[in-house]
Nanobody, 124 residues
């Protein structure tokens, strides 16, 4: 059974940094894309970025390029979202998701496995 557990969220001032973690278990994720989504109150869940577990290649949205980075630790079966220069508009519930695919899905409906989310709040 696949389990994704996010951690690392919290309250931070604008300009600060946070590192989110997604601990994955239940199977080998070598053929998976691991993605980060976020959902602000009253808004749709949107794609932030993703990493292909086998190669480490990353795809991210323009809105976070240069500020956010995604990495993985094979030994710990964990994916990270490093967020720098945070802005109040980055405030959201951040989710980790996984899908066995050779493409780069950016819509939430394409992902079968989800974590419970971790809250990030950026104060101005």
């Amino acid at each position: 059974q696949v389990q994704l557990v996010e951690s690392g969220g919290g309250l931070v001032q604008a300009g600060g940094s946070l590192r989110l973690s997604c601990a994955a278990s239940g199977r080998s994720f070598s053929n998976y894309v691991m993605a980060w989504f976020r959902q602000a109150p009253g808004k749709e869940r949107t794609f932030v970025g993703a990493i292909r577990w086998s190669t480490g290649s990353v795809y991210a949205t323009d809105s976070v390029k240069g500020r956010f980075s995604i990495s993985r630790d094979n030994a710990k079966n964990t994916v990270y979202l490093q967020m720098n220069s945070l802005k109040p508009e980055d405030t959201a519930l951040y989710y980790c998701a996984a899908e066995r695919t050779f493409t780069w899905p950016t819509v939430s409906s394409a992902y079968d496995y989800w974590g419970q989310g971790t809250q990030v709040t950026v104060s101005s």
